[in-house]
């Protein structure tokens, strides 16, 4: 299978690059830079810290995208639906894991799923996906009464609040329940709050150091409690999911799809 890297500079775009060439039945065929970045010409291995893979990094993604078969993108919202576009004209494969979009923009991506396949997460990680199955299935086992808070913490350049992952797992959380996460979610508590409103989904964010994303989501009942934790180590494991959602998206019909498709969940 024939891969592009967007965003082929950035710290998730060099990790999407190793994990294509280290990866069996894939095959690195384009990198795509933003125009005026010091990595363009460059090649795409030297850039990751491999041996040349003979694919140099350019800014024009046409004529890359339409000799692809599938695109990976961790790049921004902006960035993204820009690339669907391209995906959808293409009818080739995008992995989205970028983080932040709105609805609008999600908007874009599903209609643009109409002739590309997307497969859109806000985590790549398999065991993360495992994880929100898991929050699903306690929350709608769980009486009502049981609280639900989700604590995430990651690096301190991380621009948006909460991950991406926080809020999957919310959906999941919610989804179990059987409610809507935006009538629920609480991300805000400052000064003289009330007691807490039954039925709300409470969401705290930590930012500090280098740490590359830990999440945990706590039910609180009267006299007990359950948490189920996941704590990433290596951002490979977003790479390396991303590469197996292309894969198995490649023989897949047009469509918008999400990580608990690729793994079957």
């Known amino acids: 299978m024939r891969l592009v890297v967007v965003g082929a500079d950035g710290r998730m775009g060099r990790m999407?690059?190793?994990?294509?060439?280290?990866?069996?039945?894939?095959?690195?065929?384009g990198a795509?830079?933003?125009?005026?970045?010091?990595?363009?010409?460059?090649?795409?291995?030297?850039?990751?810290?491999?041996?040349?893979?003979?694919v140099p990094v350019t800014d024009d993604p046409l004529p890359v995208f339409a000799a692809a078969e599938g695109v990976l993108d961790f790049t921004t919202p902006a960035a993204t639906t820009f690339?669907?576009?391209?995906?959808?004209?293409a009818r080739i494969v995008h992995v989205?894991?970028?983080?932040?979009?709105?609805?609008?923009?999600?908007?874009?991506?599903?209609?643009?799923?109409h002739h590309a396949r997307i497969v859109r997460s806000g985590n790549m990680s398999l065991g993360v996906n495992v994880l929100a199955?898991?929050?699903r299935k306690v929350a709608a086992a769980l009486d009502p009464s049981f609280d639900i808070e989700i604590v995430e913490m990651h690096h301190r350049m991380k621009v948006d609040a909460p991950s991406g992952t926080a809020l999957l797992l919310g959906e999941a959380a919610a989804e179990g329940r059987g409610v809507s996460l935006p009538?629920?979610?609480?991300?805000?508590?400052?000064?003289?709050?009330?007691?807490?409103?039954?039925?709300?989904?409470?969401?705290?964010?930590?930012?500090g150091g280098t740490v590359v994303g830990d999440h945990s989501v706590t039910f609180a009942g009267a006299g007990e409690r359950i948490t189920l934790s996941h704590h990433a180590e290596d951002r490979g494991i977003?790479?390396?999911?991303?590469?197996?959602?292309?894969?198995?998206?490649?023989p897949q019909a047009p469509g918008f799809y999400d990580m608990t498709d690729v793994l079957g969940l």
């Open 83 to 89: 690339f669907a576009e391209l995906a959808a004209q």
């Open 183 to 207: 009538e629920v979610r609480v991300s805000t508590r400052d000064g003289h709050t009330g007691a807490r409103r039954p039925g709300d989904i409470g969401f705290a964010t930590l930012r």
């Open 16 to 29: 999407l690059i190793r994990a294509v060439a280290e990866s069996e039945g894939c095959t690195l065929s």
């Open 32 to 54: 795509i830079e933003r125009e005026g970045s010091p990595a363009l010409g460059q090649d795409a291995g030297t850039l990751a810290g491999l041996q040349p893979l003979g």
């Open 238 to 250: 977003f790479a390396r999911g991303a590469v197996r959602a292309a894969q198995w998206a490649f």
């Open 133 to 135: 199955d898991l929050v």
């Open 96 to 113: 989205v894991g970028t983080t932040g979009l709105s609805e609008a923009d999600l908007g874009k991506l599903a209609a643009a799923a």
